[in-house]
């Protein structure tokens, strides 16, 4: 019989968080649209997480005396994302005697049956199931409120240059991709014609990724008007956020999700900056495809993200590299109303 929670009272809800700032930004962001109450705990892990998930289970044995103690009163819902908060959720599931839910971010390298829904993104190569929700976009965006601040900041300071203004929002070397300095030049190049072809100019901004070679090739290409921004770490005037805000279209390096995700979110014309990755994603088919996709279900096997696949994903939904975008997908408002619906009488 499915587990509810009483009507008199909003479902308790834990959200677990990990080491990665975009895993914990999807969390909240998920958690404050559910609108209920919810409280953190912050996990940290000792070196027994590097064991396979299948092997540890449904165990709390990875977590080091860092981590926040987990004691009850159970929660009814636990929000958590990627490999090693699933074995942590799934203790605190049987400590409940089995009521808890479980909603899972990312991917979870472990069987996915053990949880209620895995809500993920087509780079992970999550393979299908009835509990799983594949999501164009990321749950969490830059804040309105930020990016209305920044752009009050900034609009001024911007005032002089030509319209439209294109954001040059510039990522670097991740595990799928190294951005030199050849690239980005080839960057510098393509966007300063994208400028002189519309009569507009630039808005450059570099990230904590971007290498140095690579930002100063990509800045010796523009010929045209541009405002460049060299990101600094703790840097409160960063105009990242105005960027968003005030830009009429955007070129985006397509080495991580978040950039291109926060680009598309608001709506208008995004093309994507692509290059080689540094070892091409297979695809399997036939049997070696279902043994593959087994392998991954059960955990044992987490696969080379697809950032190809996700690039598929924004142009499939008109979201990138179209004349006219479509509309934003409305994710969080369906994986408010599938977790909504676990509680309903």
């Not at 981590?67 to 159970?74: F, Q």
């Not at 608001?266 to 990755?277: H, K, Q, S």
Request: net charge positive; glycine share 6%.
């Amino acid at each position: 019989m499915p587990a509810s929670v009483p009507s008199a009272r909003p479902p308790r809800v834990w959200v677990l968080l990990g080491e990665g700032a975009g895993g914990n930004a999807q969390m909240i962001a998920l958690a404050e649209a559910l609108g209920w109450p919810y409280e953190t705990r912050q996990l940290s892990w000792n070196v027994l997480n590097y064991l396979p998930n299948p092997i540890i289970g449904a165990r709390a044995f990875t977590l080091d005396r860092a981590a926040d103690a987990l004691r009850p009163p159970w929660p009814d819902l636990v929000i958590a994302a990627s490999r090693r908060s699933a074995p942590v959720a799934r203790w605190i599931k049987k400590q409940s005697g089995g009521r808890t839910k479980l909603v899972h971010l990312l991917h979870a390298q472990m069987p996915l049956h053990h949880f209620d829904l895995v809500v993920t993104l087509a780079q992970f190569r999550v393979p299908d199931a009835p509990n799983v929700q594949r999501n164009t976009l990321p749950l969490n965006v830059v804040d309105p409120a930020r990016q209305a601040e920044a752009a009050d900041r900034w609009r001024e300071r911007l005032a002089t240059l030509p319209r439209p203004w294109i954001a040059v929002l510039v990522g670097g070397n991740s595990s799928s991709y190294t951005l030199d300095a050849q690239t980005g030049a080839r960057l510098g190049r393509e966007a300063d014609a994208a400028a002189r072809e519309l009569g507009g100019s630039l808005l450059i901004t570099t990230s904590r990724r971007t290498p140095t070679a690579a930002a100063e090739a990509l800045m010796g290409a523009i010929d045209s008007p541009a405002e460049i921004y060299r990101w600094q770490p703790d840097d409160d005037d960063n105009p990242y956020a105005a960027f968003l805000a005030l830009a009429d279209r955007f070129i985006v390096t397509g080495d991580s999700a978040s950039l291109p995700a926060e680009a598309a979110a608001t709506g208008r014309p995004v093309r994507l900056f692509e290059w080689p990755a540094r070892k091409r994603v297979k695809r399997r088919s036939g049997w070696v495809g279902r043994v593959h996709d087994s392998l991954v279900y059960s955990g044992w096997l987490k696969p080379r993200r697809d950032f190809a696949a996700f690039h598929a994903t924004l142009r499939q939904a008109g979201l990138a590299d179209a004349a006219h975008p479509a509309a934003v997908p409305q994710d969080m408002a369906a994986t408010v109303a599938r977790i909504q619906a676990m509680f309903a009488n």
